[in-house]
């Protein structure tokens, strides 16, 4: 809304004025900024806000407040970082190295168990009504929307996984360590096997009455599709593996082009949101061949919780031994996604011709006219 108030002052008004900036006029670094003909802003210097004028939005209720400044010319310390580091909101780091990868655990279980939870009731409700009360359609955005309620979850605090295949390929890219790939990837496969029984407890008595209590993996009263992927007929196991590599490839490209810095185009809060989408497309487009599991722990998670409860261990052997390229590819997958992109955001840096050091500065620019607005 700031942006679109016109500025209307005069030439004189605009170079005899304060240091205050319009909403459209730019921040030059090379000039000193001002504010109500006070001395030139130190690096660490205190600006009253009880002064100025009261902001609309915020009231200073409580007296004096202020906020502190970095010089507008300071230079900005280069860190070396990894470029990405999954979908990381906000995440503020613990004191404790070892609490802190307990509560990224955590949130990997709890955000791969909403993704289960709202992907395979999907299913159930499609498989159990006999496509009456669903489609296939709906059973994609039921996937897609609970990867964006897993991303608000899980995303500030271990950068929302949920999927082993993404944190093998972060580790290729050594965003995170062995450690935590080991304990997330462990975290997520609880985490869909405990979402799997919660379907089940939900849909207990409609799967019955479906089945008759006879729990079977092929023919037309059987339910196991609605916990672990099956394939379709007559696609050969090379298909199928290739078709896990490529839709998992896909992912990870768009994830990584979600996480990386040096992406203008995306803001935090359109991150769950374009994650969400992007598992819709995924189904959409990838959905015949197996049912675009692309997760490792989504399927053999589910698949375990079926052998548990009765429906044998044809729930491995179904598709000749079909059960090990939903672990397998996806892998493949995320590895060659992750790398093509890598390489893909080497060229980008040299075309746009920035490193970390100016996109902090640009980012610090922003931050500065937002300030002096209030």
Same mark, same amino acid.
């Not at 404790?96 to 307990?102: E, F, G, I, K, N």
């Given at each position: ?6 500025d209307?002052? =005069?030439? =004189? ?10 909403p459209?006029? /730019?921040?030059?670094e090379?000039?000193?900024i001002?504010?109500n003909g006070q001395?030139k802003?130190s690096r660490h210097?205190?600006i =009253?806000l009880?002064?100025r004028?009261?902001?609309?939005v915020?009231?200073?209720?409580s007296?004096?407040?202020s ?12 860190v ?6 999954g979908?990381?909101l906000?995440?503020?780091? +613990?004191q ?7 509560a990224?655990?955590i949130a990997?279980?709890f %955000? ?5 939870l709202?992907?395979?009731s ?12 669903a489609?296939?359609l709906?059973?994609n955005f039921?996937?897609g929307?609970?990867?964006?309620i897993?991303?608000?979850?899980a995303?500030? !605090? +271990?950068?929302a ?8 390929a972060?580790l290729s890219?050594r965003?995170?360590?062995p450690l ?6 462990i975290s997520?496969?609880?985490?869909a096997?405990?979402?799997? %029984?919660l379907?089940?407890g939900?849909?207990y ?5 479906f ?14 599709g609605i ?10 196991q090379?298909?199928l593996?290739?078709d896990?590599?490529?839709?998992t490839?896909l ?11 040096r992406?203008?185009l995306?803001a935090?809060?359109q991150? /769950? ?9 995924i189904? !959409? ?6 049912g675009?599991?692309?997760?490792p722990?989504r399927d053999l998670?589910?698949?375990l919780f079926?052998l548990?409860?009765g ?11 079909y059960?090990w390229?939903?672990?397998?590819g996806p892998?493949f997958?995320?590895?060659l996604g ?6 893909y +955001?080497?060229?980008?840096k040299?075309?746009i ?7 902090a500065r640009a980012r610090y620019?922003?931050?500065v ?6």
């Open positions: 809304m700031l942006n679109a108030i016109p209307r002052r =005069s030439i =004189s008004e605009i170079a005899d004025g304060p240091g205050f900036l319009t459209n006029e /730019p921040v030059d090379s000039s000193d001002e504010f001395s802003i210097e205190s =009253s009880g002064e004028r009261k902001s609309s915020y009231s200073n209720r007296g004096e407040s906020i502190e400044l970095p010089q507008p010319n300071a230079t900005v310390e280069s070396e970082r990894p470029i990405f580091e979908i990381r906000d995440a503020v780091p +613990s404790s190295p070892w609490v802190r990868l307990c990224e655990c990997e279980l %955000g791969t168990a909403i993704l289960v709202f992907g395979c999907g299913i159930a409700q499609y498989t159990l009504s006999r496509g009456v009360l489609s296939f709906s059973v039921a996937f929307f609970g990867a964006l897993a991303v608000y979850v995303g500030p !605090v +271990s950068g996984h949920i999927n082993p295949a993404v944190s093998i972060m890219l965003s995170i360590t935590q790939c080991f304990t997330y990837i997520q496969f609880l985490g096997f405990i979402a799997a %029984g379907v089940f939900t849909y008595d409609a799967i019955n009455r089945d008759g209590g006879v729990r079977q993996v092929q023919g037309e009263q059987a339910t196991a916990f672990g992927t099956l394939p379709a007929q007559h696609v050969s090379v298909s593996f290739f896990q590599v490529l839709s490839a992912l990870l490209v768009a994830i990584c082009a979600l996480s990386n810095k992406n203008k995306v935090n809060a991150i /769950p949101l374009a994650v969400g989408f992007i598992i819709v497309a189904g !959409v487009a990838f959905g015949y061949n197996c675009f599991p692309i997760n722990a998670g589910p698949r079926t548990c409860v429906y044998g261990r044809e729930v491995f052997s179904v598709g000749n031994y059960f390229i939903p672990c397998v892998v997958g995320a590895l992750a790398w093509v992109y890598h390489g +955001s080497k060229l980008m040299v075309h011709g920035e490193d970390d050091r100016e996109i620019q922003v931050d006219q937002n300030v002096t607005r209030m």
